[in-house]
């Protein structure tokens, strides 16, 4: 059985993906299949019709390898590819679209409205403190939690670095206090719940990726019901997007609010594969390892 495994790209995940990506590699081969290794390039079509595989381990985090463009490509070149399609990637990108896609079904998630970036330098658009992120990055590239005492300033400082600088359009949403967990769903099954823990500030891009800066408890020591209620929330967003593969859904919980204080903030449609990553610690508590994770989610791709 010949994968390859698609990876790196120009996403602002890049080394990420990269990391991912060795693993699952590293982990095919071992398992006996033959693997070619193809880092994402603006000829990646000419490249995968070259390797001809027969199946594609999608391990590209961000745009354009998690948003349905490089599902869409495949689609048109008829290869058979892991985690989930077009349409359910087009979606789960875009946290507005994701928003209208769960919230009717009963799936509590953050309020919140687009705002022009310019217009942060006049006003706050919701009162502090809230949370300002990218409508279309993942990993919570560009997140800033403007807070009550003016760290990025009051109004926020043009000349201030932040994803004002980056992005022509923000989500602004209410800073939920709380917990950040998260559940893996796995063969149309939630796996578990991980609380993490940042030693310092919030769970940013670097506090996901640097060794040391977040501790994970696996399972996370929070009540059965909450958890219940969790594993519940993710497995429904999963089936209502249609993910396919591994699917992660992040949450906040005000444990002061019990059940009531439960919203789940995005669902990542091609989780990380790092050593660091979520995904394969879950399974691992599951009893499942890294090798078998990664094999079981090419055969769901076949």
């Given at each position: 059985?010949?994968?390859?495994?698609?990876m790196?790209?120009?996403?602002?995940?890049?080394?990420?993906?990269?990391?991912?990506?060795?693993?699952?590699?590293?982990?095919?081969?071992?398992?006996?299949?033959?693997?070619?290794?193809?880092?994402?390039?603006?000829?990646?079509?000419?490249?995968?019709?070259?390797?001809?595989?027969?199946?594609?381990?999608?391990?590209?985090?961000?745009?354009?390898?998690?948003?349905?463009?490089?599902?869409?490509?495949?689609?048109?070149?008829g290869?058979?590819?892991?985690?989930?399609?077009?349409?359910?990637?087009?979606?789960?990108?875009?946290?507005?679209?994701?928003k209208?896609?769960?919230?009717?079904?009963?799936?509590?998630?953050?309020?919140?409205?687009?705002?022009?970036?310019?217009?942060?330098?006049?006003?706050?658009?919701?009162?502090?403190?809230?949370?300002?992120?990218?409508?279309?990055?993942?990993?919570s590239?560009?997140?800033?939690?403007?807070?009550?005492?003016?760290?990025?300033?009051?109004?926020i400082?043009?000349?201030?670095?932040?994803p004002?600088?980056?992005?022509?359009?923000l989500?602004?949403?209410?800073?939920?206090?709380?917990?950040?967990?998260?559940?893996?769903?796995?063969?149309?099954?939630?796996?578990?719940?991980?609380?993490?823990?940042?030693?310092?500030?919030?769970?940013?891009?670097?506090?996901?990726?640097?060794?040391?800066?977040?501790?994970?408890?696996?399972?996370?020591?929070?009540?059965?019901?909450?958890?219940?209620?969790?594993?519940?929330?993710?497995?429904?967003?999963?089936?209502?997007?249609?993910?396919?593969?591994?699917?992660?859904?992040?949450?906040?919980?005000?444990?002061?609010?019990?059940?009531?204080?439960?919203?789940?903030?995005?669902?990542?449609?091609?989780?990380?594969?790092?050593?660091?990553?979520?995904?394969?610690?879950?399974?691992?508590?599951?009893?499942?390892?890294?090798?078998?994770?990664v094999?079981?989610?090419v055969?769901?791709?076949?």
């Amino acid at each position: 059985m010949h994968v390859a495994v698609l990876m790196g790209g120009w996403s602002a995940e890049r080394e990420v993906s990269l990391t991912s990506g060795a693993g699952v590699a590293d982990a095919l081969e071992r398992k006996g299949y033959r693997v070619t290794r193809i880092d994402m390039g603006r000829d990646v079509a000419a490249r995968l019709a070259e390797a001809a595989p027969d199946v594609v381990f999608n391990a590209l985090h961000g745009t354009p390898g998690e948003d349905g463009s490089v599902q869409g490509m495949m689609d048109l070149m008829g290869l058979k590819y892991t985690h989930s399609g077009m349409v359910t990637s087009v979606i789960a990108i875009d946290k507005v679209l994701t928003k209208q896609a769960l919230v009717p079904y009963g799936i509590p998630m953050p309020g919140g409205l687009i705002v022009k970036s310019e217009t942060l330098y006049q006003r706050d658009p919701l009162e502090r403190p809230y949370v300002l992120k990218p409508v279309n990055e993942g990993s919570s590239v560009g997140v800033a939690i403007v807070t009550s005492e003016g760290n990025y300033g009051n109004p926020i400082g043009r000349d201030v670095n932040g994803p004002w600088q980056e992005f022509d359009e923000l989500l602004a949403e209410p800073f939920i206090r709380g917990r950040e967990l998260t559940v893996a769903v796995l063969d149309d099954r939630a796996l578990g719940v991980t609380e993490l823990q940042p030693k310092s500030g919030f769970y940013d891009y670097d506090a996901k990726y640097t060794d040391g800066l977040t501790t994970h408890i696996c399972p996370a020591q929070i009540p059965e019901d909450i958890s219940d209620a969790m594993m519940g929330y993710a497995l429904k967003a999963h089936r209502v997007l249609g993910c396919k593969g591994a699917s992660r859904s992040d949450f906040r919980w005000d444990d002061q609010k019990g059940v009531e204080g439960i919203f789940l903030l995005e669902i990542n449609t091609q989780p990380g594969m790092t050593p660091l990553s979520l995904v394969p610690e879950q399974a691992k508590h599951a009893g499942i390892s890294y090798d078998d994770l990664v094999d079981r989610i090419v055969r769901e791709a076949l």
